[in-house]
Structures are given as C-alpha cells and as structure tokens.
C-alpha cells in the first residue's frame, strides 16, 4: 500500500530541520542557525498512531536579495507540494510574519492540499503568542503553536497530519498481484525493460538521462499472474543531481522500492557495477525486498566463454551484501533472455512467502550447532534452545537464547547460511532475530 508522503516546508532558519529530527525520532537532518543549511532532501518514516507515513525534509526555500522568489526555488516549491499528500507549513512564531512566508503561502493556497500552518519556535502555554493571529491572512485553517526544539505540541500536530491523509490512500493492489520496481542509474535501460516485457510503448524511452520523472505503475497479466511495474526515475550520484527535479527523483524511487515486493535492480553491462549501484542495491536490501540483479545491454559486450561466469564474479564481489540475489543478463534491445525475469520475479515473490516448519528448522539449527559450536566470550557460550519463523515477506525468524549479546555477526551469517543451505530463500532476504528464552 502506498505511504501517504507529508512535506515540511518554509522558509530557512524556521526550524523545519529540527521538527524533522522530532519527529522521525532521529537526529537525520543538520540542525544549524545558518540559513539553507540543509542542502540535500532528506526523508525518514514515521508512525503515529498505527499510521505509517514518509516525511520529507525540504531545506529552507531560499531567497536572493535582487529577486524575492527566484524561479527554481519557486519551482523546487513546486515540486514538493506536488508529490506531498499533506504540507506542513512552518514559520517562526517567535519572529512573525516575514515577507517570504507570504510568498510561500500563496504557492501553497492553489495547490488545494491540505496544509498545516505551524509556528515554530512558541516556548510558553496559555495565552496564545504574540503575532498568532497575524498569519490568519493565509487564510488557512488555525495554527498550531508548537516548540520543535522542547518537543512541545507535536502530538496536536500529529493528529492534525493524521487526520488529513486522503482516504484513497487506504486502498491497495491486491494481495496476488506481485508489484515489481525497476531502478537503477540513469540511462541504464529500466523503461525499455518495461516496453519489452509489456510488448509495447506504454512508457516514455528516451536515451537523455533523466526522462523519467515520477513513478509510473503498470499493471499487466500474463497467464494467470498479475503483476505491477514501477518504473523509477533514475538515481543519480548527488554531485550530479544538478535540477531539484530530480532530486526527488530519488525520493520517489525509494518509495517505490518500499511499496514493491521485488526489486530489479538495473545495471548497464558495458559500465559495470560503480559505487551509485552499490547504494541503490542497499536500498532494497536495508528495506528487506526481494531483489533480482538485471545486468542489461548485455548484447554490446565481446564475450568468449568465461565472459559471463567474471561478470558474475566482479559483480558479486562489489555487492556482496546481495548474495542471495539472482543474476540475470539480458538485452533489452534484442529482448534477449527477458522471458527469464519475470519467471524469477515469480520464483523469489514465492520464496518470500516460504513458511518453515518449526520441527524442520529446529532440525537444520541443531544439525548446524553440532557441527560448529556458537561463540563463546569470557567463559560464556551461547545456547540456542529452540527457534521459530515468525514473519514472512521477508522471512524473519526468533532463535531464543541464554544471551543474545553473545552473538557473533560471523556466526549469524554461517546460521543463515544453513538455513538457505536447506529451503529456498533465493531472492529474498532473511532475518534472524536472538532472544532471550524469557522473552
């Protein structure tokens, strides 16, 4: 289902860096008294309420002394209020009214979202504060006077997001149908997997980096499977993310790769793995999707018989975080082996759904501890009593022990690979998860 996106905005120096941090519960974004400080967009997720949303950091809409709004900043303004289910308006209610927020509000009144009018920075209770009713002009609904810094009024403002959330937000695809995202650098040839595999035109190919702006579903059948596929703008490195366009390019490819069951991650076969490639793969990984390795314009490479097993080789060993990722080399041009991703995007969507048997894993655990006893430290060893799946989509499992903090990283990577070693985890992540027998 899709997470419904909330945006801060406003102009520099109102706080918005600081209500982030409260808010996602983590210190993300640069807290600094040095207006536009916070240069890159940056997003966490937060819940509130059993309410799942992704907020976005903006930065502040930055202002030059000859022009009031220059046109990109107008034009990043833009961009943010268009892919914001809800905004959140900051000013400095400390302060008062400045020019700039007035120039920020009358973008925001045609967008006909909701908006939330915040005045940040109000320390005191009671009364309300000295230049709260000078942003009634807006014309938006009441502040809310909150403190970001002493966490004061953020509940209030919690509900308020909450409760503005559209209602078809509550709707998703159903749960047979396999929603698939393609990302990848720019140019790397995510769209014209898409056209092929759909046999027709039905997204935008262009050979410019960077065609593709926003995410774009497509639901097709195949026999009797469903699938949806999310084409992404492509990633960037961020010295090269020159238009604020595509900064949230980004932004809409990771929320892509979070409302997807598969990723396909796209490389160019005549460039290789680079490092923007290892970080886009990370984003699958830390989400816990399943992910499928796509080595395209695998047609422009001169290959003998070893080619193919050295590409495979190199690229493992520059993603070696993604193991348990199928590979695949295909040629979007001649259509060469693209037949092959879809039936292992049905594969790893299944094996995601994989549920083991406590008896049968208990087996392969005990099997596993006999032939190579966990790590001990200072005297203590530890003990596994017993284990048990405990989630699926990605497969996680409970391994309740004497102590969890005698785990050894080394030892939890030989367990899993055992486990894999015996079911059909390929494609998906899994986790294990140590516990305490008393818990």
Not at 83 to 93: K, L, P
Not at 222 to 229: A, M, Q, R, S
Not at 280 to 296: D, H, R, S, T, Y
């Amino acid at each position: 289902m899709e997470k419904p996106i909330v945006a801060i905005v406003g102009r520099p120096n109102v706080g918005k860096s600081t209500l982030f941090n409260k808010l996602t519960g983590k210190r993300i974004a640069i807290v600094e008294d040095t207006p536009g400080v916070t240069r890159d967009r940056i997003f966490g997720q937060v819940e509130w309420l059993d309410n799942h949303f992704t907020l976005i950091d903006t930065g502040g809409i930055e202002f030059k002394k000859d022009e009031l709004i220059p046109s990109q900043i107008r034009k990043q303004a833009e961009i943010a209020i268009d892919m914001a289910h809800v905004i959140v308006f900051v000013a400095d209610g400390k302060l008062g009214l400045n020019p700039h927020d007035r120039e920020i509000a009358s973008i925001l009144r045609k967008t006909k979202k909701p908006i939330i009018l915040v005045l940040n920075k109000v320390d005191g209770c009671g009364a309300k504060s000295e230049h709260f009713y000078d942003f009634y002009e807006f014309g938006f609904d009441d502040p809310l006077e909150i403190s970001a810094s002493g966490a004061l009024g953020l509940g209030d403002l919690l509900d308020e997001i909450v409760k503005n959330f559209p209602k078809y937000l509550d709707t998703s695809y159903d749960e047979d149908i396999i929603k698939v995202s393609i990302v990848g650098k720019p140019n790397a040839g995510k769209s014209s997997i898409i056209n092929r595999i759909l046999g027709e035109e039905r997204v935008i190919v262009s050979p410019i980096a960077g065609t593709t702006r926003d995410a774009i579903d497509t639901y097709f059948e195949e026999g009797d499977d469903k699938f949806v596929l999310i084409d992404t703008a492509g990633i960037r490195k961020k010295s090269k993310i020159y238009e604020n366009v595509e900064r949230y390019s980004i932004l809409r490819a990771m929320t892509a790769i979070d409302r997807s069951d598969v990723v396909l991650i796209v490389i160019d076969a005549t460039v290789g793995v680079t490092e923007q490639d290892t970080k886009i793969a990370g984003l699958a990984m830390e989400a816990g999707k399943c992910a499928i390795i796509v080595i395209n314009k695998w047609d422009l490479i001169e290959k003998d018989n070893k080619t193919m097993a050295e590409y495979q080789r190199t690229t493992r060993e520059k993603l070696p975080f993604l193991p348990y990722a199928p590979m695949i080399f295909v040629s979007a041009l001649t259509k060469q082996r693209l037949k092959n991703v879809l039936d292992t995007v049905k594969i790893v969507n299944k094996n995601a759904s994989l549920k083991v048997g406590t008896g049968a894993l208990n087996d392969v655990i005990g099997e596993a501890v006999a032939m190579n006893q966990p790590p001990s430290d200072k005297g203590k060893r530890l003990k596994i009593y017993y284990a048990t799946q405990v989630a699926s989509k990605p497969p996680r499992f409970a391994l309740f022990v004497n102590n969890p903090d005698l785990r050894h990283f080394s030892y939890v990577r030989y367990l899993e690979n055992k486990i894999r070693d015996n079911f059909d985890f390929t494609g998906t992540p899994i986790k294990l998860e140590f516990r305490s027998k008393k818990d």
